[in-house]
């Protein structure tokens, strides 16, 4: 007779396996990108323009063949094991994540109108106040991105304007694509097929946040205060948490990468825009309140379907503290839950941070 598989046991196992999963992901990554990344050493003030567009490219490409080659690898290693412990059914995992970047000529229109309703509704507001009320927040981004540094990937923000937009919307493009592939089409998308859909979620928008919250640990910021990085990470931990989500729901990933990449083009503009010697409120004239109107415009043609993802989303986030009825749990199986999913999303942050 098999030994019965209590509510805890199958909540720390769904997350152990998912880890496992999560490791070869980053191994794959790690040691295809170790001949990449090699080029960045090579660095030089001829080649400071071209390398890092190259290298961005490069690791988007990476880090989706990664997550391909590692679902279809620990689906077949892990196959048995996981039968027992995940929730949803495990049918080639790679083409599912392969097909959230599927546009259809039905939905075509629907998954750009998101990207901008994300983008004009959470991003923007949430950059302008943060530089409004605390404008030193681009004087750290600036000194943690490393722009001082000599021969540094992002060495294109102290460029000409020319130079700069060329290189922004390049590699803004393909750091939008890579941090949503792993972020969104993997650790929440992945882990909503292991355990409860919300802490795929929670999980997903930890790692995300740790990982701007990361940049304290960059020499170049050494100098600032630890509150900028924890504004940082508590923005980005909130956006982690919206992108998963409408992910999830939609099983889009598109929207994502449209707004997370608008949104870092338009915060490099910000910070270039600073960095040229000019005032936040001339950046917040010319860039940040046309922007606001947009979103404003937006706000009212789509308040319908705004007001119903907003009632379906604070619905499925209150269900997170909720027992889940799905692995028969107690109130005390939930707070366990609850401390698993903050922690092996710890876990998953201090491997990345090592290997990716």
């Known amino acids: ?12 196992k769904q997350r152990l396996y998912f880890m496992l999963e999560t490791l070869i992901v980053f191994l794959i990554i790690f040691l295809i990108l170790l001949y990449p990344t090699y080029f960045l050493f090579l660095m030089d003030e001829s080649t400071k323009t071209i390398i890092p567009i190259a290298y961005q490219i490069v690791r988007a490409l990476v880090i989706i063949i990664a997550i391909v080659l590692a679902l279809v690898f620990s689906n077949f290693l892990l196959q048995s094991q996981k039968r027992k412990i995940i929730l949803e059914e495990d049918i080639n995992p790679s083409i ?10 039905s939905n075509f229109k629907y998954q750009i109108l998101y990207g901008f309703l994300i983008l004009f509704l959470i991003f923007i507001p949430l950059d302008f106040f943060g530089y409004l009320f605390i404008p030193e927040i681009l004087e750290y981004q600036a000194y943690s991105l490393g722009v001082y540094t000599e021969t540094s ?20 493009s393909f750091v939008a694509i890579y941090e949503e592939a792993l972020n969104r089409g993997f650790l929440a998308n992945r882990g ?19 990982a701007h919250f990361s940049y304290i640990l960059y020499p170049s910021s050494f100098a600032v205060s630890i509150v900028f990085p924890l504004i940082w990470f508590f923005q980005t931990f909130f956006v982690g948490i919206v992108l998963a989500m409408i992910l999830i729901r939609k099983r889009w990933i598109i929207p994502g990468i449209i707004a997370h990449a608008l949104n870092n083009i338009i915060t490099a503009h910000a910070i270039w825009n600073y960095l040229q010697g000019n005032d936040f409120i001339i950046i917040a004239f010319s860039l940040y309140l046309p922007l606001l109107i947009v979103g ?19 619905k499925d986030f209150s269900k997170y503290f909720k027992n889940d009825p799905k692995i028969r749990e107690t109130t005390s199986d939930k707070i366990i839950r609850i401390l698993l999913d903050f922690l092996f999303g710890l876990i998953i942050y201090g491997v990345g941070i090592i290997l990716i």
């Open 1 to 12: 007779m098999s030994r019965l598989i209590t509510p805890r046991n199958k909540i720390f």
């Open 96 to 105: 599912k994540f392969l097909n959230l970047f599927a546009i259809k000529r």
């Open 153 to 172: 990937i992002n060495s294109y923000l102290l460029e000409s304007y020319f130079i700069f937009l060329i290189s922004v919307v390049t590699i803004q």
């Open 192 to 210: 909503s097929e292991y355990f409860n859909k919300m802490s795929a979620v929670i999980m997903s928008a930890f790692f995300f946040g740790l």
């Open 296 to 314: 404003i415009i937006l706000l009212i043609w789509q308040f319908q379907r705004v007001k119903e993802g907003l009632s379906i989303g604070i």
